[in-house]
Structure formats: C-alpha cells, structure tokens
C-alpha cells in the first residue's frame, strides 16, 4: 500500500473525467489491495471504478462477501470503508467498519475489521 498512499498523500487534480493521474493510481492500487487482502486470506476481489473513488468487492476467509469502497481520493483520506454484504451485487449491506490505509503494515488491524462487520 505503499505506493498508493504516497500517490494519495501527492493529491490528484481535479477533473470531469478521469485522469491519466487518478488511472494510474488505480492500477497501482488495485494491485496492492488484492496483494494485502491475500495476505490476509480474501479471494475473488471485483472492483468498481468511478469518478475518483474506487469500490467493488471480495470474499472474506469466512466465505462471506465483503463490500469496500474508497472514497472521493481528492478529499485526502485514507480511510476505506468495509461491510458485509449478501452477494456482489449488494451496495446497501450491514454496518460500515473504517479501515485506515496507513497501518497497512499491520494485517491483524484489517483482519479484526473484516472479521467484526455485521449485516
């Protein structure tokens, strides 16, 4: 996640369409994601890109759906949202746990996050 929050802390310009800047970080976060959530025993990671802002899904070690969403990254936030979810199509699932990208480093944080969200 390394990478991706040093592209974050950088900021992004703002646009009406995406920008080459904001894909780029896409790509990179994209990868460094799925590497920490595999590390952590997730699978089948989909992701949803949208104006400046990033979610999709993946399914947790309990065999559950999770929901993810980053937020608008023009706003500066590390912060990304994680909630169970009843399917890959479910948007509106249970309550929503905040995960903090800068302790990446420390995967019991994510999996204590992943393991305590409710529907």
Same mark, same amino acid.
């Given at each position: 996640?390394?990478?991706?929050?040093?592209?974050?802390?950088?900021?992004?310009?703002?646009?009406?369409?995406?920008?080459?800047?904001?894909?780029?970080?896409?790509?990179?976060?994209?990868?460094?994601?799925?590497?920490?959530?595999?590390?952590?025993?997730?699978?089948?990671?989909? /992701?949803?890109?949208?104006?400046?802002?990033? &979610? $999709?899904?993946?399914?947790?070690?309990? =065999?559950?759906?999770?929901?993810?969403? %980053?937020?608008?990254?023009?706003?500066?936030? /590390?912060?990304?949202?994680?909630?169970?979810? &009843? $399917?890959?199509?479910?948007?509106?699932? =249970?309550?929503?746990?905040?995960?903090? %990208?800068?302790?990446?480093?420390?995967?019991?944080?994510?999996?204590?996050?992943?393991?305590?969200?409710?529907?």
């Amino acid at each position: 996640m390394e990478r991706s929050i040093k592209m974050m802390n950088k900021g992004f310009e703002s646009s009406s369409e995406k920008t080459k800047e904001f894909m780029d970080f896409v790509k990179v976060f994209k990868k460094e994601f799925k590497s920490l959530l595999k590390e952590v025993g997730c699978t089948n990671f989909k /992701t949803h890109v949208g104006h400046f802002e990033l &979610s $999709g899904f993946f399914k947790a070690p309990d =065999g559950i759906v999770r929901y993810w969403s %980053l937020p608008d990254v023009r706003d500066g936030s /590390t912060s990304i949202m994680i909630r169970y979810a &009843s $399917g890959y199509d479910d948007y509106t699932g =249970g309550s929503n746990e905040w995960y903090d %990208l800068l302790d990446w480093k420390n995967t019991e944080s994510i999996k204590s996050i992943i393991n305590n969200t409710r529907f």
